[in-house]
């Protein structure tokens, strides 16, 4: 691939995802008392999607662990219990986040 063609291609991903970005806003936008205002819908689904979107993180996380086997799960809950205690002590997705992936990491490799 030239140079060339891959300008192009970055500028047509680019492009592809400010747009799809763009579109709801636009679509489901609304303007009230002269300032935007977004649908119920949107802010239903604003509201719904990010605890799905965590609940399927969890399931797909625990999809191949065997509870019945091996080390019974005990690095994916012991991480599982630290993620959780870092987000309730300092309610920051990111940080639980990554601390979870890294001591899950840390079990795996050095404990278990």
């Known amino acids: 691939m030239t140079v060339v063609q891959q300008v192009i291609s970055i500028a047509i991903a680019a492009v592809a995802n400010f747009f799809t970005r763009v579109v709801p806003f636009l679509v489901f936008g609304r303007r009230r008392n002269g ?3 977004l649908s119920p819908f949107i802010e239903g689904l604003g509201n719904f999607l990010p ?7 969890v ?3 625990f999809r191949n662990v065997h509870f019945l086997s091996g080390n019974f799960g005990l690095p994916e809950i012991i991480a599982s219990i630290i993620t959780i205690l870092v987000y309730l002590r300092k309610r920051s997705m990111c940080l639980s986040l990554l ?10 490799n050095f404990v278990f």
Not at 51 to 57: C, H, N, Q
Not at 99 to 108: C, D, E, K, M, R
């Open 35 to 37: 300032k935007e205002e």
């Open 51 to 57: 605890p799905a979107i965590m609940g399927m993180l």
């Open 59 to 61: 399931v797909y996380c």
């Open 99 to 108: 601390v979870g992936t890294i001591s899950y990491i840390i079990l795996v």
